[in-house]
T-cell receptor
Framework: ETGVTQSPTHLIKTRGQQVTLRCSSQSGHNTVSWYQQALGQGPQFIFQYYREEENGRGNFPPRFSGLQFPNYSSELNVNALELDDSALYLC?????????????FGPGTRLTVL | DQQVKQNSPSLSVQEGRISILNCDYTNSMFDYFLWYKKYPAEGPTFLISISSIKDKNEDGRFTVFLNKSAKHLSLHIVPSQPGDSAVYFCAPYTSGTYKYIFGTGTRLKVLA
């Protein structure tokens, strides 16, 4: 059983650009959640996808969007990047879509917006 | 809107002694509480959890205590080991929902 992987590891973008971050979930895990972790803060929930549909969303604007694919991969897209988007982005996969299902986190993608 | 607070950003403990990490919350709807551990350059990993119907859960060296009336939980590590040095997050949530609210984390350093 492989773990959760994310790509790229690091990324530098400029304000106004668009970015796509990728995640590969554990095989068989139907749920993927994305989190933003700013420096010195805990992870903040962005949204969750369950079987390719958005299952819930945190307090993030629509320029944060996602996709989940049948092959257990997923994407986080951020449009019109702002300086405050600089953070570590974590994805987490789980079998089910509720908190009782253990989430397995990837190592994250460090995004820097200049 | 800080529903979850870990008021100690850092903690240093001697190897073999007890580490106590604290977490306070305000949302009375939380009924399940998790602790995650995070090493540098790795994602958080699940450590231990407790349901609101219990006041204590133990797993080896790790014990979590829940005081619902005080809206407070704590993680005890006994004995502490250098490999326990990491950032610890509490993450409560409400049953039937899908999102955790993570605390700000406490960086534990266990000194050999």
């Amino acid at each position: 059983e492989t773990g959760v992987t994310q790509s790229p590891t690091h990324l530098i973008k400029t304000r106004g650009q668009q970015v796509t971050l990728r995640c590969s979930s554990q095989s068989g895990h139907n749920t993927v959640s994305w989190y933003q972790q700013a420096l010195g803060q805990g992870p903040q929930f962005i949204f969750q996808y369950y079987r390719e549909e958005e299952n819930g969303r945190g307090n993030f604007p629509p320029r944060f969007s996602g996709l989940q694919f049948p092959n257990y991969s997923s994407e986080l897209n951020v449009n019109a990047l702002e300086l405050d988007d600089s953070a570590l982005y974590l994805c987490a996969s789980s079998l089910g879509r509720f908190g009782t299902d253990t989430q397995y986190f990837g190592p994250g993608t460090r995004l820097t917006v200049l | 809107d800080q529903q979850v607070k870990q008021n100690s950003p850092s903690l240093s403990v001697q190897e073999g002694r007890i580490s106590i990490l604290n977490c306070d919350y305000t949302n009375s709807m939380f009924d399940y509480f998790l602790w995650y551990k995070k090493y540098p350059a790795e994602g958080p990993t699940f450590l231990i959890s407790i349901s609101s119907i219990k006041d204590k859960n133990e797993d080896g060296r790790f014990t979590v205590f829940l005081n619902k009336s005080a809206k407070h939980l704590s993680l005890h590590i006994v004995p502490s080991q250098p490999g326990d040095s990491a950032v610890y997050f509490c993450a409560p949530y409400t049953s039937g929902t899908y999102k955790y609210i993570f605390g700000t984390g406490t960086r534990l350093k266990v000194l050999a």
